[in-house]
């Protein structure tokens, strides 16, 4: 059976699945990042179907180094292709389509309203962006906006555009089935953008400046800070 190991963050794994697919797929070993972050992004890689096992490693792990992909990262080249032609394989253009599958889920989480979902992280936002407008138009086209991530990035979006949006706080799977019931999608280059992505989506994305790795240059996306 193959094994795969990647060392990057979260959306980078996100990203390398598309991969991992076409090559038959296995098991996968992810960084120990801490026990709270490793375990929910195991609970979303698990349950794609050809995902054997996830292991946290500590440490080395044997089979495809899936790492090879920074050697493809250039400005204009997606990180889906970029893992492709890490492990020197043709791409395998369903991704386009979309590539996280999700059961059905055996819990109950979401609104019985319409709802749109926000994330913001610090590291891959545009700091002269100002999301209040975006707030506004995410308004206009749903009943409630949530903010999908850790509380004190919530709390900073907030205080910094004067928005009043709601908090959730989920692991990766809880948040993939919460991102794919919603009305929209909006937010910075993140793993929860990259499971919005990853789940075939229509999204809209704030590009940090000079970092256009983060996009997938498809129809189904929209640049909101151009």
Known sequence: MNSFFHNGATGDIIFSLPTVRAMGGGNFYIPNFDKQRSESIKTLIEVQPYI??????????PGYDLNRFRD????????????????????????????????????????TKK????????????????WANEVEYLKSISDEVYFLGYFHEWQLFNNTFGTDI?????????????IKNAVMFSGCYSCWCTIAMGL??????????????????EPRETIINL
């Open 166 to 178: 709601n908090f959730v706080d989920l692991n990766f799977l809880e948040g993939a089935y919460f």
């Open 52 to 61: 054997n096992e996830v292991i946290i490693m500590d440490g080395h792990a």
């Open 200 to 217: 075939g989506l229509t999204y809209r994305l704030e590009q940090a400046p000079g970092h256009t790795c983060s996009s997938l240059f």
């Open 72 to 111: 493809y990262a250039t400005a204009h080249t997606n990180l889906v292709e970029a893992h492709f032609r890490g492990q020197n394989i043709p791409v395998d253009e369903t991704w386009k389509q979309g590539w996280l599958t999700l059961p059905e889920p055996n819990f109950e989480l979401f609104p």
């Open 115 to 130: 709802y749109s979902v926000i994330n913001r992280t610090t590291n891959y936002a545009d700091p002269n962006f100002n």
